[in-house]
């Protein structure tokens, strides 16, 4: 073993006699040292952006919300004791949505309004994804709003007009009007604050006072969902399903990755797919071993006669060869994962690369994962074996065929 390491070292740094197989070696070397330090930067900026949507998420939801599993409205104070007795329950926070027309001077746009009391600030990191303001919901009798982005870029809201208030309708829930033409409730609150997540809330939702949106839905002492705030999140799962228990099947109990569950499975598909796609492109820059493997064979074949000569059998020259293609591999897999993690480290530290001033991130997030470089290095092994031992085994044993 230790004749063949030897050997396979000298092959790999000794001058050949044709300098083309030094170059192909080389280029082998860095075609894997590249790919490998891109595979690391873009999975690390992958897992970056995964925890930053996931965090942003998770800043307006709580540890679990409870709705209706049939209807839409319910009466939370007859909930609530319940939820109240159990240890790890920290913060219950009352909300109610539904949608509503919302009009600002002349424009005017359908959005999602959610009513929430002052315990959801606790339950939540909403004022993590606070873009200008604050979240101020109720001041004395002045009612506010917390608006999305979108919904501000849409109607073009000046929050620092405190003149001009938005207007909110929505349909009485009365069912027998009679001639009355008075079916819809209209109520009007400033704007405190802005928040930015992406267009999928940007563009919905508005929080506003729980009494607020429970007069504005003709809803009063009624409730959709209640939120809750956890003491001990590594208990999440065994609360969750003893709640489950004490609500019974009326009540949907669901945690932070079920009330987001498409956009954590499509995270986590496409990290799956790009994983996909860079192997394969690593399965490429590996072609470039075949061929330096190949020549050397070829240049080699007096060595390898007079190893023959010596004894040798086959088993040890196929494995001098293969230790070979070992080493190009394992050589261009250490110099990329050095140069991948620097990067990554440059880029945690001193976060070289920004955004536009108008971004909701300032810069590019990175994240590395020991998970994800030791899948890379088990991939460039497979990888790395594969492509040794083809050439290896039909030249070597066409050197041998000719020797007999």
């Known amino acids: 073993m230790r004749l063949v390491l030897l050997l396979s070292i000298r092959y790999l740094f000794s ?10 070696s080389w280029i082998s070397l860095l075609a894997i040292s590249f790919t490998t330090a891109a595979f690391i930067i873009i999975i690390s900026v992958m897992n970056g952006f995964t925890t930053v949507l996931g965090d942003l998420y998770n800043s307006i939801e ?10 839409k409205y319910f009466s939370a104070d007859t909930v609530i004791p319940k939820l109240t007795t159990q240890d790890n329950v920290k913060f219950v926070s009352k909300s109610i949505t539904n949608q509503s027309l919302v009009k600002y001077k002349d424009k005017q746009m359908l959005i999602s309004i959610k009513g929430v009391d002052a315990n959801f600030i606790k339950s939540t ?3 993590l994804v606070l873009q200008k303001g604050k979240f101020i919901l109720k001041d004395e009798e002045v009612n506010y709003v917390v608006i999305g982005q979108g919904i501000a870029n849409e109607l073009n809201v000046n929050i620092s007009n405190q003149f001009v208030p938005l207007v909110f309708y929505s349909p009485k829930r009365i069912k027998n009007t009679g001639t009355s033409t008075d079916v819809v409730n209209e109520e009007a609150a400033y704007v405190s604050g802005i928040f930015s997540i992406n267009d999928d809330f940007d563009y919905k939702y508005v929080y506003c006072d729980l009494k607020f949106a429970q007069e504005l839905l003709d809803a009063d002492g009624l409730e959709s ?4 705030a956890l003491k001990n999140n590594d208990e999440l799962e065994q609360t969750q399903e003893k709640l489950k228990i004490i609500l019974g099947e009326n009540y949907v109990i669901k945690n932070r990755q079920e009330l987001n569950e498409v956009l954590f499975k499509t995270l986590k598909t496409e990290k799956l797919w790009t ?8 399965l490429i820059a590996t072609f470039s071993i075949i061929s330096a493997l190949t020549m050397l064979i070829i240049e080699k074949q007096k060595d390898i006669q007079t190893l023959y000569a010596l004894g040798a059998n086959k088993m040890l020259v196929e494995g001098i060869f293969m230790l070979e293609g070992f080493l190009i591999t394992f050589c261009g897999a250490f110099l990329g994962l050095i140069v991948g993690i620097i990067v990554c480290w440059l880029q945690i530290k001193f976060h070289l690369i920004k955004f536009n001033e108008n971004s909701i991130l300032p810069y590019y997030p990175v994240e590395l994962q020991l998970n994800d470089v030791l899948m890379v290095l088990v991939v460039l092994l497979i990888i790395g074996f594969f492509a040794a031992i083809y050439p290896v085994r039909v030249f070597t044993k066409e050197i041998k065929w000719k020797q007999g």
């Open 15 to 24: 001058k050949k006699s044709n300098n083309i197989i030094n170059i192909i």
């Open 225 to 228: 969902s209640l939120e809750i």
């Open 62 to 71: 709580p540890d679990l919300r409870i709705t209706l599993s049939k209807g």
């Open 275 to 282: 994983f996909i796609i860079l192997s394969f492109i690593l």
């Open 125 to 127: 990191n909403i004022q």
